[in-house]
């Protein structure tokens, strides 16, 4: 297992980030991935998961999937997006038309999707979270975990997603959540990338690592769920100063003040907030990848994005 944090990712299970029997997404028809879930291996294939949203980031976590031998089923809101999915295997709305594995499917009726559903990710934008939440909280099974990878602060109420997953969902449903520097179209293309999960509840965490590990594609777990929260929604707050910083054309003094100092601002609002200062620090905070601090990092290309 692995744990994220201020110092380098640690593999307990002694193997190097790219396994000879994982799968990077487009190999679904050569193998059929193991995933070990509550300490015994299952075959990808058994498990199913039913993703709510079908934007960029929803859409790149089912290719993820797929790509393991997951049975995927995307919830989208109109009828011709479904049938894209399942018939043209493209969605029209996310990552630019890219082919989609065989074993995605899509359906707009989310009770269809979850009555089978081993996991659900939830990733809808967080301003419509609790509306979205709210009309389908009925039709998910009891037991199934929920991990969110949706993040920001709901404006209404100033409440992080895991507030407002709780509020909705109830104190008794498994949650995790999941951070950190990963655009959609790259994990959808399997290039290498890193986030964190977080959940009080350790063996959901470790399930979900293991459910999305690949060739390229690594989790890493934390308990400070409160820690990844703050540093997912502050640091775009820093990446958007960060390319406003660049396209003004400010220089590299103002932009190392602002990071620098934004960093250090997050860090104090996670403590007051109750999580740990260490997981500024992390995948979901400001963890070095690059020489701009990965801008709090990895929410900003300067060259393609500012």
Partial sequence: MVSDGGGPPVFSDASSWLDDDDKVPGEIEKKDSFVTLGGTQVRASTINVAILGSGNFGTAMGVLLAGKGVNVTIVVRKAEVA???????????????????HNIGACIDPAAAFCCADFIFHAVPCQFSRDVLGKVKGMMPPDVPVICMTKGI?????????????????????????????????????????????????DLGYDTMSMLKTRNFRGLYTNDVIGVEVCGAIKNVIAIAAGMCEGLGLGTNAMAALVTRGCSEMRRLTQVMGGEDYTVFGLSGARPHGPKLGCTLGSCDFSARA
């Fill in 83 to 101: 049938d894209a999915i399942n018939i043209e295997h493209v969605n029209p709305k996310s990552l630019g038309g890219l082919e989609l594995p």
């Fill in 154 to 202: 709901e404006t209404g109420t100033l409440q992080m997603m895991s507030e407002v997953m709780t509020d909705v969902l109830g104190p008794d449903r498994p949650l995790a959540y999941l951070s950190g520097p990963s655009f959609a179209m790259e994990i959808a293309q399997g290039m290498a990338t890193a986030v964190t999960i977080a959940s009080t509840d350790r």
